[in-house]
């Protein structure tokens, strides 16, 4: 029997973990030679398991010993999304051949996957046409209604707030490419950027989008709470506590439904990667609106300041870094803009009342996407460590909850 063990499989392994690599490299071609390897589930052999971390080394040894496993470009972009792709490029005179496209894969999505088209032209004006193509995540539709996010799609691009609808296919859609740059994680916390996103926060959630206009975020986690339940194995289940949590939400939502609180319609996920910004015009646009929904707003904004931990282009993008937390000036900037956007400047009172429901909303927001993490470590398949990202938002609640819940907008963390 012939084995092909290279030296590819030992780069990236840790001194510690060269084992790993050994057996992976002995095993006979044979053996890794699948159409499709779910590295989640796949073991080398009754004891050594592949580490999350490693599944790209598994593609790589794959690839190292001419398994003919197909590369992304060969075998993501459905038949379905080709044949828009063609059509659309047969529109644009300046494309010589439409066949011969570009697909480059787009990192950080950890719903669905993304690819920039590409095809060179003939012209002196576009060196090159471009499209975005998404494929949607599977057994992601517990987390949304694809059809109403279709729906927003298309209102926000009526609206000219977002990118033009191009094509659907049966698992995804083909999108306008946007010409300007995706946010950073260092850029949410440039005072500049910050400001223009205030500014486009307090516009997106005056938005009368049609349809109904209740408040979605304890529907949301009571579902998504539901789902977890029933994916979870019992020793998950007792990690993170998943049996006390309905009464966790429950005294949540009581805490935080007293008083007058902003309804809009909110994006839900504001991280980094959904704000692109014309280098140019400093325009901001958000983009992808699968979470979105009328909500509070102090929710939206309390987890667009959580998403400040995460860096989803590092080489951890699962770990979130909580000193990055933005301090109390930097909140109290970015609120003191985004209620300037209404025409007036906003009271002492006004600014502490928002920066304390904001505060108190971080603890929803760490709740909500413990429960995806759960639930996305059973049904996705994109290459992300997601148990242990729910395990740091779920740490992060317990650890920030006595704390936020006393919260004093005069006192600084």
């Known amino acids: 029997m012939c084995y092909h063990a290279t030296r590819a499989c030992f780069n990236g392994f840790p001194v510690k973990h060269r084992h790993l690599a050994t057996a992976l490299c002995a095993i006979p071609k044979a053996r890794l030679s699948f159409p499709s390897l779910d590295c989640r589930k796949y073991r080398v052999n009754s004891a050594i398991q592949i580490p999350r971390k490693f599944h790209s080394l598994v593609s790589l040894a794959q690839n190292s010993m001419g398994s003919g496993v197909k590369s992304n470009k060969e075998y993501r972009i459905p038949e379905e999304a080709k044949k828009i792709l063609k059509s659309l490029a047969a529109e644009w005179t300046d494309i010589s051949d439409a066949d011969a496209l570009q697909v480059i894969p787009l990192k950080g999505a950890m719903t669905n996957e993304v690819y920039q088209i590409k095809w060179l032209t003939n012209s002196a004006r576009h060196a090159s046409r471009k499209v975005l193509v998404r494929i949607y995540g599977s057994g992601v539709e517990v987390f949304f209604n694809r059809e109403n996010e279709i729906r927003t799609f298309e209102f926000m691009s009526k609206q000219g707030q977002g990118p033009r609808l191009l094509g659907r296919f049966s698992n995804g859609r083909v999108e306008e490419f946007i010409r300007a740059r995706t946010l950073t994680a260092g850029d949410l916390r440039d005072p500049e950027i910050s400001a223009l996103i205030a500014t486009k926060m307090k516009e997106f959630h005056s938005l009368d989008m049609p349809g109904p206009k209740?408040?979605?975020?304890?529907?949301?986690?009571?579902?998504?709470?539901?789902?977890?339940?029933?994916?979870?194995?019992?020793?998950?289940?007792?990690?993170?506590?998943?049996?006390?949590?309905?009464?966790?939400?429950?005294?949540?939502?009581?805490?935080?439904?007293?008083?007058?609180?902003?309804?809009?319609?909110?994006?839900?996920?504001?991280?980094?990667?959904?704000?692109?910004?014309?280098?140019?015009?400093?325009?901001?646009?958000?983009?992808?609106?699968?979470?979105?929904?009328?909500?509070?707003?102090?929710?939206?904004?309390?987890?667009?300041?959580?998403?400040?931990?995460?860096?989803?282009?590092?080489?951890?993008?699962?770990?979130?870094?909580?000193?990055?937390?933005?301090?109390?000036?930097?909140?109290?900037?970015?609120?003191?803009?985004?209620?300037?956007g209404s025409g007036n400047r906003p009271s002492d009172l006004e600014l502490g009342q928002l920066l304390e429901q904001v505060e108190k909303y971080t603890l929803a927001s760490h709740l909500l996407w413990g429960l995806w993490g759960i639930i996305s470590e059973h049904v996705n398949e994109i290459d992300f460590d997601y148990i242990e990202y729910a395990r740091q938002r779920f740490q992060q609640y317990w650890a920030k909850k006595s704390e936020v819940l006393g919260f004093s907008s005069t006192r600084k963390q």
């Open 214 to 340: 209740t408040v979605a975020v304890w529907d949301r986690l009571r579902k998504w709470l539901n789902e977890a339940k029933r994916l979870s194995s019992q020793a998950e289940a007792e990690e993170f506590r998943l049996n006390i949590l309905e009464d966790e939400i429950s005294a949540l939502e009581k805490n935080l439904s007293t008083g007058h609180q902003l309804v809009g319609f909110c994006h839900n996920d504001l991280q980094y990667g959904n704000i692109m910004m014309d280098e140019e015009t400093r325009l901001i646009t958000i983009i992808d609106y699968e979470y979105a929904s009328y909500n509070h707003v102090a929710f939206d904004i309390a987890n667009h300041f959580c998403e400040m931990a995460a860096d989803y282009h590092s080489e951890t993008p699962h770990v979130l870094d909580y000193s990055k937390y933005p301090g109390l000036e930097e909140r109290q900037r970015f609120l003191r803009i985004y209620l300037s």
